[in-house]
């Protein structure tokens, strides 16, 4: 299984999340009039672990977790309840493997053309790749 599913269900499943955006979370692009609040994910590197013989199955992935609200309580309140969820997490989630998730940024948004705020998190993952 890929870690974009273990990492949908993770925040759909997650109570504090889903109490903000119920199932409103995106793989890389929102929909077209997206209701807010909501979060997409989006890979935007992988690194595969080797050994001298190649692969070993693990991967560290970036991940970009974007957060939007309407209003800037909201959105805190949700790039809060994304990172409680995330950050340092390891476990497994629907038979993916995950050894860490941490933290690296965070940048926080004001769309003038949407009228929308947005925080931007970017995490490290580190996976087994079954």
């Given at each position: 299984?890929?870690?974009?599913e273990a990492l949908?269900?993770?925040l759909t499943s997650d109570v504090a999340v889903s109490a903000l955006v119920g199932s409103r979370v995106y793989n890389t692009r929102l929909p077209q009039g997206p209701t807010l609040p909501c979060v997409t994910y989006t890979r935007v590197s992988t690194v595969a672990d080797m050994a001298h013989d190649g692969p070993v199955g693990y991967e560290l992935a970036r991940y970009q977790i974007d957060a939007y609200a309407t209003t800037f309580e909201t959105i805190r309140s949700l790039a809060d309840a994304v990172r409680n969820c995330l950050n340092?997490?390891?476990g497994t989630v629907?038979?993916?493997v995950i050894h860490a998730v941490l933290l690296d940024d965070?940048?926080?948004e004001w769309g003038d053309l949407l009228d929308v705020w947005r925080i931007t998190q970017d995490y490290m993952i580190h996976w087994r790749r079954i």
């Open positions: 299984m890929a870690v974009e949908y269900s993770r340092g997490y390891s629907l038979s993916t965070q940048v926080n």
